[in-house]
């Protein structure tokens, strides 16, 4: 199985529970790996023919920085859901973290699989 992924992409948005969290953006750190079939983009050079990282990539950082979630299992599937509307994407691994949350650990968060449905 084919992958491309997007490692430690960090980015400020309003997520979180607590009033102060609401108040300004803090660190989020996403990881995404989308399963997809490379063959054909592999023989032929042509993006097109691949998951383009460099887009989805946006899309996540513009989700996570105006989506202003509660929770980070919410911004998580919101990021699956983006990644799943690639064609070439069949499945999707995202993880997000809050760096820093949670006293004496580098980091917490939640990681999400999601498929597309067959037909």
Not at 34 to 53: M, P, Q
Not at 56 to 82: C, F, G, M, P, Y
């Amino acid at each position: 199985m084919d992958k491309v992924f997007i490692k430690d992409l960090l980015v400020r948005g309003i997520i979180g529970i607590n009033d102060w969290e609401r108040e300004k953006p803090q660190d989020i750190l996403i990881n995404i790996i989308i399963h997809t079939d490379l063959t054909s983009a592999g023989e032929s050079d042509d993006i097109t023919e691949s998951v383009n990282y460099k887009t989805i990539a946006k899309k996540a950082q513009a989700r996570a920085e105006t989506a202003q979630r509660l929770t980070v299992e919410a911004l998580a599937a919101d990021i699956a859901k983006l990644c799943l509307e690639d064609p070439a994407a069949f499945k999707v691994r995202v993880t997000v973290e809050k760096p820093n949350a949670v006293r004496f650990a580098r980091s917490v968060g939640v990681e999400v699989e999601r498929s597309k449905e067959k037909s």
